[in-house]
Each structure stands twice: as C-alpha cells, then as structure tokens.
C-alpha cells in the first residue's frame, strides 16, 4: 500500500509546479505554459479527488466534520475553479491566485494532520522534508536573482561602453541589449514563484512545529522584503512601463536587498543559519 506521505508530497510538488509554470504564463503571456500548468494541476485534482472519493467511500464519511477535512474539501474545489476558469474564461489572472491560495490552503491542511501525528515516523519525515523543500525553493530562487543581476551588470557595461562609443573588441561577448534585458526578465520571472513557494512552505513548517516568533523572525521578514521588491519590478516594467537602463539599475539594488537577507539577516535569525 502506497504511504499517504508519498501521496501528500507528490500533490504538493506538481502543485508547485503547476503554480510556477502558471506564474511564467502570467508575466510572459505563454500559451505553452498555460497549457503545461493546466495538466500538472489537473494532476493535483486527479489525486485530490482519488483521495476525497476515497475518504467517502472506505470511510463512509464526507470530509467536513473537522476543521482538517474542511481545509482538505476546500482546497479540491479551489483546484476544480481553477481547472474550470482556466479552460472556459481565459483569465490568467485569477487563475495564479486562486492556484496559489489553494497551495496555502492544502499546506495547512497537511500541517494541521502532521500536528495530530507528530509522534508518527512518517510525519516527522514529511515535517523535515517540507523544511528541505522550503530552504531548496529559496535557495534555487536565490540563484535565479544573481543570474538576473549578472545579465544586469552586463547590461549596464554594454550600455555605458556604447553611450561613450567606446570600442572594446570583447563589447560583442555581453549580448545584445534586448537580450540580456529579456534574460534577466526571464530569470526573475523564475525566481518570483520559487521564492514564493519556499516562503509559503516556510510558514508551513513553523506551523506544524508551532515555532514562537517565527513570523516576526528578521530573516522571515527580509525574505518577504525581497519578495516584495522583486514583485515590485514586475509592477515597474509591466505597469509603470520601464525598460532599460533603469530596471537594470532597479534589479541590481533588489540583489544587495537579497545579499543583506540572505548573510546580515541569518546573524540575527533564530532559526536561520
């Protein structure tokens, strides 16, 4: 018989995959996304509804006496709005929250059942693993920023080099403007969602281990500073409509932000190293 462990964590991986894929869609307008992240997440509505279906008809009960079913029931049908918006309105939008929530939602469900079974084997490992997934998705989405900041840095050296009309033979090696501007675009459009995963994860696991303080912890808020900056970018270039130079220079102070969180805030964290 397959570990229900193995079950919840394989919901919440292509959750969050579908919600990153959904995310890229969302700022960049890929179908091709779009439609990648419509079968990942209706693989999280498959395995939901095996187990909802499951739940009724072995334990002759509807999951909705207690406040963990509740969450459970809930989040399937954020999952079945979704899959419907998705495929009969076309609103990007929405469908991003909605899946995102819904991830909250699921990750509370399973801490709140982690809760009642912390003396189990099992739900100590899905505890420790969600805290792995939780350091890996920031991590990643860390690398995804300094690739960002490089192609930043290089955007700024080919434009000065050709404001001055400076003829340097290796000038061709840093890539055309628009390029570089679309990568670091591109790589920020990656770390967005993994840095919000990991931070959602993040409260997850302090709730199932009911850690004090953890919200107010000074890495927690830098994290959620970072993220914030960085949404903020996508505000400037697909609100605001900045391009260029400025948003090199804007994505290279978000990177010091990130730099000062990830090795200044870890000094003061009580759980952060």
Same mark, same amino acid.
Do not use: T, W, Y
């Given at each position: 018989m397959v570990d229900v462990r193995w079950i919840y964590e394989g919901i919440l991986f292509l959750y969050s995959l579908s919600i990153i894929v959904y995310f890229l869609?969302?700022?960049?307008?890929?179908? $091709?996304a779009n439609k990648l992240a419509f079968w990942l997440l209706s693989m999280v509505w498959i395995a939901q509804t095996v187990f909802l279906f499951s739940t009724i008809l072995i334990d002759n009960r509807f999951p909705i006496a207690t406040l963990t079913d509740s969450l459970f029931f809930y989040a399937w049908v954020l999952v079945s709005f979704s899959l419907i918006t998705n495929k009969l309105f076309k609103m990007d939008f929405i469908v991003f929250f909605i899946n995102l929530f819904g991830f909250f939602i699921l990750l509370m469900h399973i801490s709140l059942v982690a809760r009642t079974h912390i003396i189990d084997q099992n739900w100590i490992k899905l505890v420790d693993e969600i805290l792995i997934a939780h350091i890996t998705f920031s991590i990643v989405s860390y690398g995804f920023f300094t690739i960002s900041f490089l192609f930043s840095i290089m955007y700024l050296v080919q434009y000065y080099l050709l404001?001055? $009309?400076k003829a340097v033979k290796w000038i061709w090696r840093l890539g055309d403007l628009s390029r570089l501007h679309q990568f670091t675009f591109r790589m920020i459009?990656?770390?967005v969602p993994f840095l919000l995963i990991g931070i959602i994860l993040g409260f997850g696991w302090a709730y199932t281990e009911d850690v004090e303080f953890y919200w107010l912890?000074?890495?927690t808020l830098g994290s959620i500073t970072v993220l914030m900056v960085y949404i903020l970018y996508f505000l400037l270039k697909i609100i605001r409509k900045f391009t260029g130079r400025s948003l090199a220079l804007f994505n290279t102070c978000a990177f010091i932000i990130l730099i000062i969180n990830f090795f200044l805030f870890s000094r003061f964290s009580n759980f952060h190293i």
């Open positions: 869609d969302f700022v960049q307008e890929n179908r $091709k404001k001055e $009309k459009s990656l770390g912890d000074v890495k």
